[in-house]
T-cell receptor, first 112, second 115 residues
Framework: QKEVEQNSGPLSVPEGAIASLNCTYS??????FFWYRQYSGKSPELIMF????GDKEDGRFTAQLNKASQYVSLLIRDSQPSDSATYLC????????????FGIGTKLQVIP | DAGVTQSPTHLIKTRGQQVTLRCSPK?????VSWYQQALGQGPQFIFQ???????QRGNFPDRFSGHQFPNYSSELNVNALLLGDSALYLC??????????????FGPGTRLTVL
């Protein structure tokens, strides 16, 4: 079992719709979770992170965390073609060292 | 505010050669982590440096080694290159080792091709 699992996609949504990206993790010691966006051939760009159960909103993005279910999600409202990219979920542990484990990433395609 | 920088941008080597990649962390950051990202995969953790010491290491052979300098910059060295070492090598910087807010910021990466 992979430590962080994501569906590789592609996930196709029409422009203006809500894109829902999901991630599960296996290590209950994980303390926080990061969502990165990666355009083809570029490096990952941090979108947001979450460490408490519930929702965290930042502009068009909402991260959701359910530690009991070991489940993290990212919602993108009013999806734009420029949102088309691969979205990486990462689980983070910090305690004397940092351990960051990435999923394979979900490819999102926003159709104009 | 200077972000994470990496050099070189691209590199082509042949099997058996050695390579050194360089990284300067974001201004104010003191921790550097290195990742390998193969095509179609997520970044895989290689190792992390803090206070000039390797603090944590992923599942990579000893051919992969590193160093951190007093100015917090870092190098990744790979010896006896294999075709499978072809990947995007990413450097990420952060501040310290503690805290759940300790997000990592990535540099632009070095694309290594081994022929």
């Amino acid at each position: 079992q992979k430590e962080v699992e994501q569906n590789s996609g592609p996930l196709s949504v029409p422009e203006g719709a809500i894109a829902s990206l999901n991630c599960t993790y296996s290590d209950r010691g994980s303390q926080s979770f990061f969502w990165y966006r990666q355009y083809s051939g570029k490096s990952p760009e941090l979108i947001m992170f979450i460490y408490s159960n519930g929702d965290k909103e930042d502009g068009r993005f909402t991260a959701q965390l359910n530690k009991a279910s070991q489940y993290v999600s990212l919602l993108i409202r009013d999806s734009q073609p420029s949102d088309s990219a691969t979205y990486l979920c990462a689980a983070f542990y910090s305690g004397g060292y940092q351990k960051v484990t990435f999923g394979i990433g979900t490819k999102l395609q926003v159709i104009p | 505010d200077a972000g994470v920088t990496q050099s070189p941008t691209h590199l082509i080597k042949t099997r058996g050669q050695q390579v050194t990649l360089r990284c300067s962390p974001k201004s104010g950051h003191d921790t550097v982590s290195w990742y390998q990202q193969a095509l179609g995969q997520g970044p895989q953790f290689i190792f992390q440096y803090y206070e000039e010491e390797e603090r944590q290491r992923g599942n990579f052979p000893d051919r992969f080694s590193g160093h951190q300098f007093p100015n917090y910059s870092s190098e990744l060295n790979v010896n006896a290159l294999l075709l499978g070492d072809s990947a995007l090598y990413l450097c990420a910087s952060s501040l310290g080792l503690a805290g759940v807010h300790n997000e990592q910021f990535f540099g632009p990466g070095t694309r290594l091709t081994v022929l």
